[in-house]
């Protein structure tokens, strides 16, 4: 019987960590954009980090899926 061994993704891991990454700075930045003080240009980056965070969680999970169906 042949052994099965797992190896880790880095693609997987560097998505994971992209959106990991994306949503903390989107949880400073929406403090920071609920202030008064707050410069115009950081509501954008606020939904650009939403965006990016959405879109390498996804990216994320099809990879998952796609490690699933072997």
């Known amino acids: 019987m042949a052994e099965y061994k797992v190896k880790p993704m880095k ?5 994971g ?11 400073i930045l929406c403090d920071w954009v609920m202030g008064a003080k707050a410069p115009d240009w950081a509501s954008d980056l606020l939904i650009l980090c939403g ?3 959405c879109i390498s969680f996804l990216l994320w999970t099809l ?3 796609q490690d699933d169906n072997i």
């Open 51 to 53: 965006i990016v965070s």
């Open 11 to 15: 693609d997987r891991t560097i998505c």
């Open 17 to 27: 960590w992209i959106a990991v990454v994306s949503f903390l700075i989107g949880l």
């Open 63 to 65: 990879m998952l899926c």
